[in-house]
Structure formats: structure tokens, C-alpha cells
T-cell receptor, first 112, second 114 residues
């Protein structure tokens, strides 16, 4: 089992709709969870982080965390073509405080 | 300059060359990281430095040699690389190495080994 799993996509969503990106992780002791956006040929850019169970909203983005199910998701409301990118889920590894494990990423495509 | 910078942005080298990648962070952070990103693979952590001390070496081959002279600068010295080492090399920094420290990435160096 991979430590952080994401559906590779591509996930195609019409402009203006809600894009839902999902991630599962294996380390029950993980405390912090991050979503990064990466445009092709560019470096990852932090979008959101979440530490507590429940929802965290920031503008059009909502991160959701369920530690019991070891599941974290990112919702993007009112999707725009500029949201087309690869979204990386990252989870800290409990046994090594400095170590963040990245998923392979989900490629999101917003169609006009 | 702001954030995390990396030079060069692109590098082509032969298998017998020696080159170095440079990273500088202007965020006042204490921890710095090297990652490798190959096509179709997740980001792989290579090295972690905290207050100039190496705290993590993720079983990286010795042909990659990191150097951290201070908390703001990080180098990756390369020698006798292999074609499979071609990848995007990313530097990141964070305030510390605690569970809740967020990492911020530089633009990366695209390395091609011929």
C-alpha cells in the first residue's frame, strides 16, 4: 500500500462546477496535511494545510479531513480554467517529524 | 529577492562532469530540503537540514553530495551522474521540522544528464 494515494486522473470538470480531489494515507499518526498545486514545468505551490478533523475554507478552496477514515480531500468551487494543474496531497510522517510524503498527484482539467 | 530561489534553472551535463545546484531562502527559515521529481513519479525527499545539520538522508547515492553552510543556503554537488538522474530538483524550506511546519518550494532546476 502506498503511503499517500491519489487518483492520477485526469479529472475533467466543466468551468463553474465543483472539482473534488481525494487522497488517502496510511500512517495513522500523521498530524498535518497539505495540498499543493503544480502547473506543468513549475514547482509545487502550497494551497492549503489542515490539521483538525472537519472542513477548512479559504476562498474557493475547502479542505476536508477525516482522520478516522484516513482521508483528506480538496474541493474547488466555481472551477476556472486557471485551476487546471496537478494537485499534490502531502502528509507528514509521524515517525519522522521532518518528513512529508507526497502523493503522485491528480491531474485536473477544467473545460470551458 | 523573496521566497526560495534556485540556480541554475536548467542544467545539461555529461556523465563525467561535476556541477553544483544552489538554493537560497529569504524567509528566515531554519530547515531546508532537497527533493527529486521524475516524470510520472511522486516527489522524493533526498536530504533534510535543520540549523545547518543534516537530519535526513533518504538513502541517496553518494554521487549526490549536499552542503549547507548556513540556514539560508543549500547546495547539491553532483558528480558522475547517470542518465536516470535526469529530473527536476526542487529545494524547499520551512520554519522548523515539526509536525506542523509548512514547506515552501523554489522554482526547481531541470537537470538533464547525457
Amino acid at each position: 500500500q502506498k503511503e499517500v494515494e491519489q487518483n492520477s486522473g485526469p479529472l475533467s470538470v466543466p468551468e463553474g462546477a465543483i472539482a473534488s480531489l481525494n487522497c488517502t494515507y496510511s500512517d495513522r499518526g500523521s498530524q498535518s496535511f497539505f495540498w499543493y498545486r503544480q502547473y506543468s514545468g513549475k514547482s509545487p505551490e502550497l494551497i492549503m494545510f489542515i490539521y483538525s478533523n472537519g472542513d477548512k475554507e479559504d476562498g474557493r478552496f475547502t479542505a476536508q479531513l477525516n482522520k478516522a477514515s484516513q482521508y483528506v480531500s480538496l474541493l474547488i468551487r466555481d472551477s476556472q480554467p486557471s485551476d487546471s494543474a496537478t494537485y499534490l496531497c502531502a502528509v507528514n510522517k509521524y515517525s519522522s517529524a521532518s518528513k512529508i510524503i507526497f502523493g503522485s498527484g491528480t491531474r485536473l482539467s477544467i473545460r470551458p | 529577492e523573496t521566497g526560495v530561489t534556485q540556480t541554475p534553472r536548467h542544467l545539461v551535463m555529461g556523465m563525467t562532469n561535476k556541477k553544483s545546484l544552489k538554493c537560497e531562502q529569504h524567509l528566515g527559515h531554519n530547515a531546508m530540503y532537497w527533493y527529486k521529481q521524475s516524470a510520472k513519479k511522486p516527489l522524493e525527499l533526498m536530504f533534510v537540514y535543520n540549523f545547518k545539520e543534516q537530519t535526513e538522508n533518504n538513502s541517496v547515492p553518494s554521487r549526490f553530495s549536499p552542503e549547507c553552510p548556513n540556514s539560508s543556503h543549500l547546495f547539491l554537488h553532483l558528480h558522475t551522474l547517470q542518465p536516470e538522474d535526469s529530473a527536476l530538483y526542487l529545494c524547499a524550506s520551512s520554519q522548523g521540522t515539526g509536525d506542523f511546519d509548512t514547506q515552501y518550494f523554489g522554482p526547481g532546476t531541470r537537470l538533464t544528464v547525457l
